[in-house]
């Protein structure tokens, strides 16, 4: 008996001593990412803001004042300005452009396969979304290039309405990226329509409503929160893409709402700069920095922000 | 009140065939308001009802018992047709209320469901304010005017017995409320489309004993101008509140009497195996 109870304490330990091991590693393998995002900020702070090593920081040498008020960005000419604002408002107006595309269609389409598709239609549809997806973004950039600019933006807005649509510019970049976060909106969108209690359809059906009075009285308000943390999270994709707009939109920082002019938008910006020849260590090399560090900070905050609203909603239904 | 149901005058009336049931004798007095003939329903190729033929008379009150899963909550459902909304289901035989067999190709469900009012078992306030809740069938019928909305609030409300306890507080959320005072909540909503019939799905099995109470007297109390059909697994709040009492087993209506018929000298076995304990 008494052998038998010590060979039961040594087995349990040891299967203690594996259960430990795997949940240190479990844990190092979530440490990664939270420690790879505190490098990327050490990295943008350091290179943007207080400079550790040789070279200054980009904000020792231009002020905060004059990189958000000055309204040129010429880092690359011999009279040298960092105003970012063209950059924002590039990048500000191809993310506007393509939410006016991808909220409505894709808030839509998540009521439709919500609530009123069948769920055979529903198996075909969603996949096909979810392709949108996976296509590769420098293939939107070349579709807006060689579709959408030459044939729907041209004979629309340039042959019919006499607007000057150039070879690149923000609207074609603004459509193509529109398309690109359709499927994330109409995906999240239906997530937190779906998450709506049924008890609430079947009142609004008991009390006489119609399919249209159920779904957008009833079930859109009471996913409200859960829609706008969508909204917001592929606005903030939208802000973050890089490839389409490159291609699409030019490389021209302009402070523009001109949609049919070529624009430059501040992942533009980088991809350009990070591909020319520019010395490292000077001060357009640096504005790299300034510029993702912005870029982090406006993603950050939008993805924070659609956190918060979502917790919010979760609170009523639980 | 037949014009409410936008119906085609070919519809035969069905009144005719309720000599069919022996009327029980106490209420007699009462007509026919809702009959099923022969109905049957399928969740795909499940039965869970069979040949079901019942008559409900006006201004009581008409329990359905039976152990879980013996079709009364499928029965209840037929009656304002909330079936329709899940896919793959299928109904045959006869469903009529004032003659009006309401499964005809031309009857307009959301008149129907307008007279047909349902409280279902878990309150399902909408995430809106007390008097929203309440003004949102009226609306949805299209009654734009705010001081007839706030009448028709505040007599819904005072009919389900809530307007004291709300009054000062009507634009709270209705998720502020407790439970039993959202069921009730529920009861004043379902009633502010001034329906005539109040289908009541277990209205009471999630509350408080003190709720229940106040559920109940408030079902006494509305029986005098609706009438009520109840579905609970509760026998002594059936024979607490209703007048008739209808016993399902298997999907099958085992028998229908009256309330004190039924739970004194049952005619069946099954039911009086069921009344007194044996099963469910």
Known sequence: MKGDSHLLLRRFSLSRA?????????????LLSVVTTLGIIIVLVNEAVVAVGPNAAFFQEVSLKEFFTD????????????????????????AGIAALIALPIGLASAIYLCEYAAPRTR????????????????????????FVTPYLLKPIFQDLLGFDVGVFNAASAGIVVGVMILPMVSSLSEDALRAVPRGLREAGYA???????????????????????????????????????????????????????????????????????????????????????????????????????????????? | MMSRLKVMPDNP???????????PPETTAAPAKIETRDLSFFYGENQVLFDVSMTIRE???????????????????TINRMNDIIEGTRLTGHVSLEGIDIYAKQVDVVALRNRVGMVFQKSNPFPKSIFENVA????????????????????????????????????????????????????????????DVLLMDEPASALDPASTAKIEDLIFELKENYTIVIVTHNMQQASRISDQTAFFYEGRLIEMEPTTALFTKPREQRTEDYITGRFG
């Open chain 1, 123 to 146: 198996d075909f549809v969603k996949p096909s979304l979810e392709i949108l997806a996976g296509v590769p973004t420098v293939v939107y950039g070349y579709f807006a290039l060689v």
């Open chain 2, 59 to 77: 201004r009581a009150v008409t329990a359905l018992i039976g152990p879980s899963g013996c079709g009364k909550s499928t029965f209840l459902r």
């Open chain 1, 207 to 318: 009390l006489g409503s119609t399919k249209f009075d159920v779904s957008v009285k009833i079930v859109l308000p009471a996913a409200a929160s859960g829609i706008m943390a969508s909204f917001l999270l592929a606005i903030s994709r939208a802000v973050g893409e890089t490839m389409a707009v490159s291609i699409a939109a030019g490389m021209t920082p302009a402070l523009t709402m001109n949609p049919f002019r070529s624009v430059q938008t501040m992942t533009s910006y980088i991809v350009n700069v990070s591909l020319g020849d520019t010395p490292a260590g000077s001060v357009q090399y640096q504005s790299l920095y300034a510029i993702a560090l912005t870029l982090f900070c406006i993603t950050l905050a939008m993805n924070i922000l659609s956190q918060v609203v979502l917790s919010r909603y979760r609170e009523v239904y639980e």
């Open chain 1, 71 to 94: 309204t040129r960005w010429t880092p690359q000419f011999a009279d040298k300005h960092f105003g970012v604002l063209p950059l924002l408002a590039g990048t500000f107006l191809i």
């Open chain 2, 13 to 23: 009336p069905r009144r005719p065939q309720a000599e069919a049931l022996k009327p």
């Open chain 2, 136 to 195: 949102y069938g009226p609306k949805i019928a299209g009654e734009r005017k705010k001081k007839v909305l706030a009448e028709i609030v505040q007599r819904s409300l005072k009919r389900a017995a809530l307007w004291e306890e709300v009054k000062d507080r009507l634009n709270d959320s209705a998720l502020a409320l407790s439970g039993g005072q959202q069921q009730r909540l529920c009861i004043a909503r379902a009633l502010a489309t001034d329906p």
């Open chain 1, 18 to 30: 594996k259960e430990q091991a795997i949940q240190f590693s479990l844990f190092l393998c979530a």
